[in-house]
């Protein structure tokens, strides 16, 4: 309060909401909404792609129905188990959808997650993970298509796997890669920093038999969403996308260090056994919601040689593909706990408890 008053900020109401909200960023409360709730901090939030989402909910194109359930997802109401708890419409916060899987596999439904809006959002959820991997592949296919069209003429780069991912095995059965560095002498490499990386609880048993082999078939099998190469300039560029449900704002730095983090091995283990050459990762990052950080955005198009001049049609259609990805998740999740799609099928609402709609 001190400080408000000594920079005057209280004068003005914008600014003195800015002064608050950095003094607490500045303690570290990131538990706690820098603006009184998490909704005003998303829609208060300066840099991330706001007026993009605006141009999406006032399109005439898009349906009702879909802005009615970004806005829902923006305010934080949408009705899964953790919300109707918190509205008394339920007492059980527990993930139905992977209680339903563990049921039909036969395994234990002890210590089940919390049914969050995060939590459906993620590959962590046994019974979303095939619809959340088809909303990534939906999402980074057009941004990758994008970016490929829209290089300078002058560009040098060469995107690699545009249809599908590959993994560093197949990669390396390319001439184009060999001349970069043997499959040898990087698998030796990688070994050393494969040991560094903790072994997953379901992998335990793979491990377990044969460890060498094991390390050696994690390396060979990392699939990053793409690669770009410069031959000309000795350069490799992995290309990762990440979706993020996070509602504070270090979002974009959770999934880079996430990002960064599984492709370690590969960039370490080519700069090992590639002197010559440049290695590097970029990660692009999107909120389901429909964030997007836009100067980290557009310095990234910029480093893949995108044009100026097309940069904002890019992102605009980035994040109405973020938008409609994130409607097929959910209508997924309600169709999966209700036997529908929530209200895609009519123009009614389909009342799951007193007051609660979707």
């Known amino acids: 309060m ?4 000594q920079q005057n900020t209280w004068i003005d109401d914008r600014r003195f909401l ?34 993009f989402l605006g141009k999406y909910l006032n399109d005439l194109r898009v349906p009702w129905r879909h802005k009615r359930q970004k806005m829902m997802a923006i305010a934080g109401i949408i009705a899964v188990a953790k919300w109707l708890a918190k509205i008394k419409q339920r007492s059980d916060v527990s993930c139905r959808l992977c209680k339903k899987a563990r049921e039909q596999r036969g395994a234990s439904t002890e210590n089940l997650p919390e049914e969050t809006y995060g939590h459906i959002n993620s590959a962590f959820c046994d019974g979303m ?37 590959s993994s560093m095995s197949t990669l390396w059965q390319e001439e184009e890669f060999k001349q970069i560095c043997s499959r040898e002498s990087r698998m030796e490499k990688a070994a050393d920093i494969e040991k560094t990386i903790v072994v997953k609880e ?26 770009v190469i410069n031959m000309y300039h000795r350069t490799l560029c992995i290309l990762e996308f990440k979706r993020s449900s ?35 990762q970029i990660n692009f990052v999107a909120e389901s919601r429909g964030a997007v950080v836009e100067d980290d955005f557009y310095n990234k198009l910029e480093r893949l040689n995108v044009q100026a001049g097309k940069r904002d049609k890019i992102l605009l259609a980035h994040v109405q593909r973020i938008c409609k990805a994130q409607d097929t998740v959910m209508r997924s999740y309600y169709q999966q706990i209700h036997g529908s799609s929530g209200a895609d099928a009519t123009t009614s609402m389909e009342k799951l408890g007193e007051q609660v709609y979707v």
């Open 129 to 165: 993970a095939t619809t959340i991997t088809a909303a990534h592949h939906f999402i980074w296919r057009h941004l990758y298509a994008s970016l490929q069209t829209a290089e300078t003429p002058t560009s040098k780069l060469r995107f690699v796997t545009p249809e599908k991912e």
């Open 202 to 227: 379901h992998k335990r048993a793979c491990y377990d038999f044969d460890p060498t082999m094991f390390y050696e078939n994690r390396f060979w099998n990392r699939r990053p969403d793409s690669i």
């Open 18 to 51: 800015k002064s608050c909200a950095r003094a607490r960023a500045e303690q570290g409360n990131i538990n706690h909404p820098a603006y009184g709730t998490w909704t005003a901090d998303f829609m208060l939030r300066q840099n991330e792609s706001r007026a």
């Open 246 to 280: 996070d509602r504070n704002k270090d979002f974009l730095r959770v999934k880079e260090d996430e990002a960064n983090e599984q492709h370690r091995s590969i960039i370490e283990a080519l700069r090992a056994a590639a002197l010559e050459w440049t290695l590097e």
């Open 2 to 5: 001190v400080k408000v008053l």
